[in-house]
């Protein structure tokens, strides 16, 4: 099946404007804060996973076809002269963030020549790309976890190689001043012992 010209992006899709009225990436020097550029790094994510899904789903399908061509009983036998289409995508960025797309033909011709595509390659990098959208996703916020008082930071201080070396700092004071406290009240009893032996004799 090709790939659609007019494929709708995932409603959940953000587009940044600044006040040139272009996208963000239009190069201009747009009021922003650091939300708003990992809001449009997560945007960016958001849509190589969407766009390498839709083409995973078709290289499938025409994996699928080439590799069942072959099939017998109990299956339905292939008509080997039925055609079979693939499309790839491509996207360029203009200057000013005009995004253009070509999806150029792939296979057009019977099945039974189709040349065989493994869906693999799409896969590794449906799954790097699933874990850049994860990460721009914890970013989105980073500014604010990780300043003092967010969640992050509360935790990197609670956690972290400076907590724990805090912790043991602590920990041996505490150690070291109940040693001397038990020294001192050992000296006390001792002279304590002394006064009252005195005192008899």
């Not at 090709?2 to 953000?14: D, F, M, Y």
């Not at 008082?149 to 201080?157: M, T």
Request: one cysteine or more.
């Amino acid at each position: 099946m090709p790939v659609s010209a007019h494929t709708e992006l995932p409603p959940s899709r953000i587009f940044l404007k600044c006040g040139c009225g272009y996208d963000v990436g239009c190069g201009r020097k747009p009021q922003w804060n650091i939300k708003v550029f990992f809001q449009r790094e997560y945007d960016r994510a958001a849509e190589e996973v969407f766009r390498l899904e839709r083409l995973t789903r078709d290289v499938a399908w025409y994996a699928f076809e080439v590799k069942a061509r072959n099939w017998t009983d109990p299956w339905w036998e292939t008509t080997r002269s039925s055609i079979l289409e693939l499309h790839g995508a491509r996207y360029t960025r203009g200057k000013r963030g005009r995004e253009f797309s070509e999806y150029p033909v792939y296979y057009n011709g019977p099945v039974e020549d189709a040349p065989y595509l493994p869906p693999d390659v799409l896969l590794r990098e449906c799954k790097v790309a699933r874990e850049e959208l994860a990460r721009a996703c914890e970013q989105i916020n980073a500014a604010v976890d990780w300043a003092p008082g967010g969640k992050h930071y509360e935790a990197l201080c609670e956690t972290g190689e400076g907590a724990e070396a805090y912790r043991v700092l602590y920990s041996k004071q505490q150690t070291d001043d109940g040693q001397e406290s038990s020294t001192g009240l050992e000296q006390a009893s001792t002279e304590s012992a002394q006064t009252s032996t005195s005192d008899v004799l």
